[in-house]
Every structure is written in C-alpha cells, then in structure tokens.
C-alpha cells in the first residue's frame, strides 16, 4: 500500500477581493465547494429576526440563468452529489460536492445563485411557509428546546438569546422595511471581500485556480465588512454555570478576549476531554457512578469569545453532585502537561490519519475553518488561557493519568508485497506460484469474498462482515454490545477506519471502510471484544435525544423489510447456530494474507450460501410506528419485482428522473413540509425506490394520496423529456457508477448490495452498461409497472393506513 502524499494547499486573495484556498488531493475520486459568507443571523437588523436564513432559502430558488429546475440543487442531485448550506451566529455556509466532469457546472451555479438571486415576491412567499413550517417542527421538538435552552445562562443582551430562526410573523414580506433590509443585507455581505471559496479535488492547483478565478469575476468586487462584537457573553463576573435536568448535566464556559489560535486549543481540549481511556474524567466518573457519558464541544465563538459545553448524562437523577468539582480537578492535572508534547504527537498522527480518509466535502469545509492539522506552538498558548479562565486547580489529586495510545496509530514498517513472486514487478502480476494458487483457491471458497471489482495498490479498503442468527438481538443487548465497541470504535476512527457494528432483524453486519492498514488489527480486537463471556444489558432506559419521526423510519426500514424472527438477550445462545459471511474489497495481498488469520476467529458457522430477501409482489404493506412526535411522516419505498440488473437499471433511472420534479412539487408547490426526498434505496439487496415526506400538519394517509399522484404522472413527464435530455440524463447516470467516480466506501457499499442480491462479481462494470441500453420504451414500463406495485409497496408511517388494498403489518 503506497504512502500517500501530504496534499498541496495554496491559498491567495484574487484582486476583487475573493479569498480562495486550493487543495490538490489526487487520491480524491471527487470535487467540492465551500464557500463561507462572513455573515450570519446575529449581523441581522434587530428589526428582522430570521433574514439571513430566508435569504440562505430564497437563494436556491433558481435565477434568470439556472431556473430551480437547472440550479445547484438540481444539477449536482443530478450527478449524484451531495448539496447543502447552513447559516450559524457570524458566518453562512454553501457546499456541494460532484465529479470532477460535473464540478465547473458546478461553480457556475453556486456562484450565480449567490451573486444574482431572483428575490421572486412568489418565491418568497413559498419558501416563508417552508421556513414557518420548520420552526413549528422545531418548537415541537423537546431536543431542540433542550439545545436552545443552553443559552438561558448568558446575558439577556447577547444575541445567543435572541429568535434568529425565522418564521411567518418575523418575515413581513409586503412591507417596503423588509424588502428593503432583505436587498441591502444581499448587497453588504455577498460581495467578494466577504466570502471565502475553498475548493478541493483531484485537479492540479493551476485548474483549480483557474476555476476559482471564473468563480470569483461573478461577485461584486469589496473588501472585509467589519462584524460588531457582540457584548459580553456574562452579565456578572462569574465565567460559567450549570443546567442540571433529567438525567444530565450542561456545564457551560464563557470565554473573553481569546487570542486566534484559541479554535485549536478548544478543539484539542475537547479531543481529550471526551476520550473514555482508563485514567481520565470519563472513566473515572463512571467508576464512581457519577456519569455514564461525556461530551464537550463548543457552542459558539466568534470575535475572541466562545461558549464551551460540556454534556454528562446521568445513571441518577441525583449523580450530578460533585461532578464539577472532578472536572476542575482533571483539568488541573491535564494544565500541569506544560506543552503535551505527547498529546500533541498522537492528536496530529490521527488528525492526519483524518484527512487521508475524508471526502472532497470533508476537506473543502476543513479549509473553511482554517484549523492547524495539530495543536501549534500559539495553540499551546491558547490552551494554557483557556484553561486558567475554566478555573482548572492547581492541588489536583493524584488519581488521573494521561490515556494509553492508540494502539491502531502505530503504523508498521511496509513488508513486500505478498501478490508478487522474488523478481516480478506489476507487469508479472499474472504470475503466481503454485503456493499462491492454492491460496486464493481457499480464499474463492471461503465466506469471506475478496473482491477485485476495486484496484489493490491504494491507501482504501472495505470489509463487511454478516452473521444470521435463529434470534433476532434484543435493544438493550444490541446498545449494549454498541457501549462495549464505543472505545475501539473511536481509536479505529482516529486511525482513519469507520467500524460499525448494526442489527437488522435477526442480522448483524460489522462493517469497516477507510485506510486498509489498521484494519485486520481492528478486526481482531473486535471479534475479541464480540466473544467476550459477560455482557450487562442494562435495565435503564436511553437518555438520548430521540431522532426526528423521518429519520426514525429511515432507520426502522431495514428491519422490517426481514421476516420477523423472536428476539432474544441471551448473548451465549445467539452464537450457537450464528452463521457468517462476508465481503472484503481495495485490500492489497499483504492486508489480505493479514486478515485471513483473523478470519479464522470469527464466532460461528462459515456460510456460503446466501438466502435471498423474499419478495412482497403485489403486496401493499403498512406499517405504523410511534414516533413520539406531533408531526407526521411517511416513507414509500417501492422495490423492484425482479433482481435483474436491465430492471435494477431502469429503476435506478426512474429515481434519477423523480429526484428534482417530486421535491419541486411536494415541497415547493404544495408546501407539504421540509423534509422532502426521493431516491434510490438498496436494502439487504433489494433495489427500490424511496419516498419520503415530513409534514407538520398533512397526515401520512394524505401524503400517500399525493405521492400517489406524482406517480401516476410519471409517464407524461417522460413523454415530455425530449431525446437529448433524456439521453443526457441517462449518461449522467451512468457516470456516477464508473471507477473513476466512486469512493471506495460507496463502491464497497454497491458491491455489497450486489452480493446480497446475488449479482456476479464484475456487477460495478454491468450496472452503468445497463444504464445506458436504456430507451423510452423500457423506462414506460418500468413506470408502469411501479404504479402497478408489481414488486410491491412498503410503507412506513406514523400513523394508521388506509382499508383495502393496504394491509396492516406488525
């Protein structure tokens, strides 16, 4: 596996006044954009609460160049990528990630959105009925109010407790004030001189530069508007204060006059306030029985001030007595450390570790932050202020100690390749001997499937690792076992692996993608820690915040898309007749032969033979689950009948087709609510499409209805692409699906879901050939054949469904 090179980064400020930074990282299979407005809801005239995040909406609205069916959204959705925007306290964010044939499409609509938005009085008032809708749903929501709650300690004057999110009566479009405000807030803040672009990609600097100069020559030329500091963050001299609820406990810490570098040393701070290693505050609290979970992350900063919380979660209402005092003493020994010098080593080895595994958007918004890879000498500084306003003692006890390192950072000195004989080079690598041979027969017949769908020589790899149970696994054995992995979970993840153990059913998959490397040890380590004798399943109930009624159903989906199975928290009894299997893909020999000794552990039976999900043809299937929450939501998701790759094709192009028009009529044409999608689903190797609405007022019965409706449309809506479009679109399809375009981890993702299905090995090479053998015809029938619900249909709702032809499903 070859050692990556430290990525290029140039950063200048064009004349006009644009700062851009530009990162050549030429593993990345994509490109993004972020592009951060110094400006945010507190720069807002007090008169107008909300402007800032109506004008961040009204922007995405289309403009007299790219109308919203051919703006930013619509374009990158389209070539499968990924778009957003966030306005926070003194900055407005807007990011989208493509590939790289996509990404100057890109940069024209990113930029002629922000620098020429239509303003449309319609527009405007549509997109004020999405904001109120989202502020009723975030009134509603209990973790919402807990989270905005957090502010209750600060001065009544700072704008941290003001309204900033907007709503029907805050917006007065009809009044000449606002309109007014609205315009001269666009023309203050979006100019070049407070912007800044960050772009990240495969692309050599001087094309990326280029880009960044075509981006730049759209926008107002200016210079950096100076922000008003805010007042104190206290009204009094104290530097903090304590919320204590059910189950928890909020500390929070207000700083002044923080020099630059302080972002850093908070984030460094935080790193090792929120480690679970034995020795530190976690753990110690634990122990005690004082706390079952820690979590620090500062809440704001801006102009030298920060508000840092600190979030324990509580085994008793009462165990909140003393924690403080233990705090303070921790960050006594931790201020003792000097310079860290060993922190700091281990923290910029997996801050490094980080960024060779993140996406292009991942990168791009890095940069926009504009953090050392590290904690720095002037972040040493930082830290040491930061620390004497906390009030951390100087008589702390002696019961602390630094955290053990981890063990998944060490890397090991590269040994040769084992898929080459003494003498080959890459031109031999047909040449194998007889030893070689064998080998990769046993690895061909084992439940462990090495794929060479993905190339072997990059830093990148996935393992998917299944077992099928007689049970299905019981949710607090399933938290439990989730508490147990949390600590190896966490060092996997600063080693650059995602490990995730999830339950489906009567199924569990141990997942990893990231840096190949770490991976057998992280494998090893989790397979101990799975066949440990003793687990606690714990009786408490979950402090977490629950999830948003949408989200609750994405997440439930899995599961009941499998036959129900009897559930069981006999942790001994589910490995008895546990079955396993598995998909191993980008690994090089070396990591290969590492990993086969590790797979000789696994608990259970080798299984080879996959039982394929059972269909529901013709079935229309409901399912009510209690969110918890006064708003409605709805999932449709709509398998295919067959597991054909022509029909996995077609239903991936209706889904490519529905994506735009299904969020332009739901949510901006009928104003159903916020959460509005549509996409292509692949659920235990069952292709189908997803529908999905969130809605604050309309019942799931009724968002069927008008789901129902846009379906029965789709043939004219076909009818009425014309022959390049239609061919266009397709190829654009296509296009996500080549290897150049592809992240490993979405790769691995496909071929997993192909190997459930039962496709064959080179699935990533038919797929996009499929795509593109699609015509009219064949996607007419497909649409028909959707409408009929010849693969059936699945719903999750949050309420009852209707009578005939629906059934209730427990």
């Not at 703006?71 to 389209?78: P, S």
């Not at 609509?109 to 502020?135: I, T």
């Not at 951390?392 to 890397?411: I, R």
């Not at 029909?647 to 735009?660: F, G, I």
């Amino acid at each position: 596996m070859p050692a990556l090179n430290p990525p290029r980064l140039h950063t200048e400020t064009l004349a006009n006044g644009l700062r851009v930074t530009l990162r050549h990282a030429p593993e990345l299979k994509r490109c993004a954009a972020a592009l951060r407005v110094a400006a945010g809801s507190h720069d807002v005239p007090l008169a107008w609460p909300g402007l800032a995040h109506f004008l961040e909406h009204l922007l995405f609205l289309g403009t007299e160049r790219f109308p919203a069916g051919q703006g930013l959204m619509a374009y990158v959705q389209g070539h499968g990528g990924q778009v957003n925007a966030q306005t926070c306290e003194r900055t407005t964010d807007f990011f989208f990630e493509v590939p790289p044939q996509a990404f100057g499409g890109g940069l024209q609509r990113l930029s002629d959105m922000l620098a020429h938005p239509r303003m449309d009085p319609d527009d405007q008032r549509r997109e004020r009925e999405v904001l109120h809708a989202e502020f009723v749903a975030w009134s509603r929501d209990a973790a919402a109010r807990q989270q905005f709650s957090l502010f209750d300690g600060v001065s009544a004057a700072h704008p941290l407790r003001a309204f900033h999110a907007g709503n029907r009566y805050s917006l007065p479009l009809p009044q000449t004030g606002f309109q007014q405000a609205l315009k001269d807030f666009h023309q203050r803040f979006y100019q070049a001189g407070q912007m800044t672009l960050n772009l990240a990609g495969p692309q050599s600097i001087d094309e990326l530069k280029s880009m960044a100069q075509s981006v730049g020559a759209v926008f107002v030329a200016g210079k950096k508007v100076p922000q008003h500091p805010p007042v104190p963050l206290m009204a009094s001299s104290s530097k903090s204060y304590q919320q204590a609820g059910e189950g928890r406990l909020d500390l929070l810490f207000a700083f002044e006059a923080l020099p630059a570098s302080s972002a850093e040393a908070l984030a460094f701070l935080c790193h090792w306030l929120n480690a679970a290693k034995p020795g530190g505050l976690l753990a110690v609290l634990r122990a005690g029985g004082m706390a079952d979970s820690l979590k620090a992350a500062p809440l704001y900063r801006f102009a030298g001030q920060a508000l840092l919380h600190i979030e324990f979660t509580l085994p008793t209402p009462a165990a909140h007595t003393g924690i403080r005092e233990q705090l303070l003493d921790w960050l006594g020994f931790f201020a003792s450390g000097q310079d860290w010098s060993p922190l700091r080593e281990e923290y910029t080895a997996l801050m490094r570790r980080q960024q060779q595994v993140s996406s292009a958007l991942q990168l791009a918004r890095l940069d926009s932050e504009q953090l050392e890879s590290g904690l720095s000498d002037q972040g040493v500084v930082a830290l040491k202020q930061i620390l004497q306003q906390m009030g951390a003692v100087d008589n702390f006890s002696g019961q602390w100690q630094l955290p053990s390192a981890n063990p998944f950072l060490c890397a090991e000195p590269q040994a040769p390749s084992a898929g080459l004989i003494r003498g080959q080079t890459s031109k031999h690598r047909g040449l194998r001997t007889f030893a070689q041979d064998r080998t990769r027969s046993r690895r061909e017949h084992s439940p462990m499937h090495f794929s060479q769908a993905l190339p072997d020589n990059t830093a990148e790899g996935a393992v998917y690792l299944r077992w099928r149970l007689d049970s299905a696994p019981g949710s607090k054995l399933q938290s439990a076992l989730e508490s147990r992995l949390q600590p190896l979970r966490d060092d996997a993840r600063q080693a650059g692996v995602e490990c995730s153990l999830s339950a489906s059913g009567n199924e569990w998959l141990l997942k990893m993608t990231g840096l190949q490397e770490p991976m057998p040890v992280v494998l090893e380590h989790a397979l101990k820690e799975l066949t440990k004798a003793d687990i606690a399943v714990s009786q408490a109930a979950s402090t977490s915040a629950p999830l948003m009624p949408i989200r609750q159903l994405l997440k439930a989906l899995p599961e009941h898309c499998l036959a129900h199975t009897p559930e069981s928290d006999d942790w001994q009894q589910l490995w008895v007749n546990a079955r396993w299997d598995g998909l191993a893909t980008g690994l090089s020999a070396r990591t290969q032969a590492a990993m086969g000794l590790v797979l000789s552990r696994v608990p259970g039976s080798p299984d080879n033979q996959l039982t394929p999900l059972s269909s529901i043809c013709a079935q229309r299937l409901w399912h009510c689950i209690d969110t918890g929450s006064s708003e409605h939501a709805l999932l449709l998701f709509c398998p295919n009948a067959t597991r054909d790759i022509a029909d996995e094709a077609a239903w991936r192009l209706l889904a490519h087709l529905c994506q735009t028009p299904f969020y332009q009529r739901l949510r901006v044409e009928l104003q159903l609510g916020y959460a509005v999608f549509s996409g292509l689903r692949q659920v235990h190797g069952q292709t189908g499409l997803l529908f999905g609405v969130q809605s604050p007022s309309v019942a799931p019965v009724e968002l069927l209805g008008h789901i129902e409706q846009f379906l029965n449309a789709l043939p004219g809506m076909i009818d009425g692409i014309d022959d390049l479009a239609f061919a266009a679109q397709r190829q654009a399809l296509a296009d996500q699906f080549l290897s150049s375009a592809l992240p490993v981890a979405q790769a691995a993702e496909l071929l997993w879901q192909g190997k459930l299905a039962g496709h064959s090995s080179d699935y990533l090479t038919q797929l996009p050939e499929a795509i593109l053998k699609i015509d009219r015809p064949a996607l007419f029938h497909a649409a028909q054949r959707l409408n009929q619900a010849d693969g059936g249909w699945r719903c999750l709702a949050s309420s009852p469904g209707p009578n005939a032809p629906w059934q209730a499903v427990n």
